[in-house]
């Protein structure tokens, strides 16, 4: 398992190479990666700057992870999320599951990301044409989280 | 009790701080919200009943009727929007 909150970049390819690395027992692996859009809510986004609450963000993220690893049988979890400054097209997160077959790893990833919208400590603030702006929260993100009953 | 009180993102920039300590004799985490917004301005307007935030206790997000352990670490912030 590997959980990072960073700054700079993330590479997916040799975020799921380290993944495989020396092992033969992985049948599937999915991936999931988000990116900073230019656009949101009918304005344009010039930049958006991640803040978090630090003493918090890993153990959210952990917990999801072990949330996701008691429900399905997992071989190898890496979430990456960063925080500061990011421009439009930049990566912000990053989940990569591992298991034997597709199901568990489709469901885990997608799990992992629903969990992590509504769970974990972090906030975006975009700059616009008419200034800066916090996102609001969505009513669908809620909706996708409760699909897994989460308590 | 004593309670070392965060803020994050638009909350903290609402109240114009980020972090405080803070001497107080309420029970739970409602009772400490009702203590913040009794402050008025912002902390009224901002953790009104309807409003949309967040506690938490100890770096777990909790629900209002979650008791204060003494020095417990609380923060409060709006629904998150990370990924």
């Given at each position: 398992m590997k959980i990072l909150v960073q700054t700079q970049a993330f590479d997916l390819g040799a975020e799921v190479g380290a993944m495989r690395q020396?092992?033969?027992?992985?049948?599937a692996i999915a991936s999931f990666v988000g990116l900073a859009r230019d656009m949101n809510e009918g304005s344009g986004v010039a930049a958006m700057t991640l803040e978090h609450y630090p003493a918090m963000t890993e153990k959210a993220l952990a917990k999801l992870v072990d949330e996701a690893c008691a429900r399905w049988s997992l071989q190898d979890v890496t979430v990456i999320h960063r925080v500061g400054r990011l421009l439009p097209g930049d990566p912000i997160v990053l989940v990569a599951v591992a298991s034997q077959h597709r199901g568990e790893a489709f469901a885990a990833c997608e799990f992992i990301m629903d969990y992590l919208k509504t769970q974990a400590p972090f906030w975006k603030k975009e700059e616009t044409p008419a200034g800066e702006r916090w996102v609001d929260a969505r009513a669908s993100d809620d909706a996708a989280a409760a699909r897994w009953n989460l308590s | 009790m004593t309670l070392r009180i965060l803020y994050f993102a638009r909350l903290r920039e609402r109240f114009g701080v980020n972090e405080e300590t803070l001497d107080f004799a309420g029970a739970t985490a409602a009772d400490l919200v009702a203590h913040l917004q009794a402050r008025g301005g912002a902390w009224a307007e901002e953790l009104a009943a309807g409003r949309a935030f967040r506690v938490a206790i100890n770096q777990d997000i909790v629900a209002l009727d979650a008791a204060l352990p003494d020095h417990a670490e609380v923060a409060i912030f709006p629904p998150v929007t990370g990924g």
């Amino acid at each position: 398992m590997k959980i990072l909150v960073q700054t700079q970049a993330f590479d997916l390819g040799a975020e799921v190479g380290a993944m495989r690395q020396g092992r033969t027992d992985i049948g599937a692996i999915a991936s999931f990666v988000g990116l900073a859009r230019d656009m949101n809510e009918g304005s344009g986004v010039a930049a958006m700057t991640l803040e978090h609450y630090p003493a918090m963000t890993e153990k959210a993220l952990a917990k999801l992870v072990d949330e996701a690893c008691a429900r399905w049988s997992l071989q190898d979890v890496t979430v990456i999320h960063r925080v500061g400054r990011l421009l439009p097209g930049d990566p912000i997160v990053l989940v990569a599951v591992a298991s034997q077959h597709r199901g568990e790893a489709f469901a885990a990833c997608e799990f992992i990301m629903d969990y992590l919208k509504t769970q974990a400590p972090f906030w975006k603030k975009e700059e616009t044409p008419a200034g800066e702006r916090w996102v609001d929260a969505r009513a669908s993100d809620d909706a996708a989280a409760a699909r897994w009953n989460l308590s | 009790m004593t309670l070392r009180i965060l803020y994050f993102a638009r909350l903290r920039e609402r109240f114009g701080v980020n972090e405080e300590t803070l001497d107080f004799a309420g029970a739970t985490a409602a009772d400490l919200v009702a203590h913040l917004q009794a402050r008025g301005g912002a902390w009224a307007e901002e953790l009104a009943a309807g409003r949309a935030f967040r506690v938490a206790i100890n770096q777990d997000i909790v629900a209002l009727d979650a008791a204060l352990p003494d020095h417990a670490e609380v923060a409060i912030f709006p629904p998150v929007t990370g990924g």
